[in-house]
């Protein structure tokens, strides 16, 4: 996962981003969903939360048109569950990026489990979290 900082780097160019990472993409979420599964630190996933946060803010509704949704969104609400605010704020990028998306919209049940995931978590997170969670 630790790779991924280099990688997240070139998300930041939306060229490259399409040709160079978004290929890619499905390789990543898998190892960072067995990284997951294997009970892991989710901090060590926060290269891989940079990343989507990046490809999400940077390409807009044309990640999403091509990302697998359940995978990331399924991370993104494991990593929720996170108290740490290196780990958070990629997530609540992403995640508000995610749920604010046009094209395609997301699906309902999507929405209603990020929301619920959302929901269950957020009074872990660090009071600081509240005021920096929509900048």
């Known amino acids: 996962m630790a790779c991924l900082y ?10 490259r981003a399409k040709e160079q ?4 993409l499905g390789g990543f979420c898998q190892a960072a969903m067995q990284h997951l599964q294997a009970c892991r630190a989710v901090g060590d996933l926060i ?6 946060s990046g490809l ?6 044309e990640f999403f048109q ?17 108290s740490e605010q290196d780990v ?13 998306a046009r094209s395609p919209a ?17 009074h872990h997170w660090p009071r600081s ?3 920096q969670a929509f900048k």
């Open 6 to 15: 280099a990688v997240s780097l070139l998300a930041g160019s939306p060229d």
């Open 21 to 24: 990472v978004m290929p890619s």
């Open 47 to 52: 290269p891989f939360l940079e990343l989507i």
């Open 56 to 61: 999400a803010a940077g390409l807009g509704d």
């Open 66 to 82: 091509v990302a697998p949704l359940a995978m990331l969104a399924q991370l993104a609400t494991a990593a929720a569950a996170s």
């Open 88 to 100: 958070l704020k990629p997530v609540l990028v992403f995640l508000q990026k995610l749920l604010m």
């Open 106 to 122: 997301p699906a309902p049940q999507l929405v209603h489990d990020v929301a619920q995931a959302t929901l269950a978590n957020f």
């Open 129 to 131: 979290m509240g005021a």
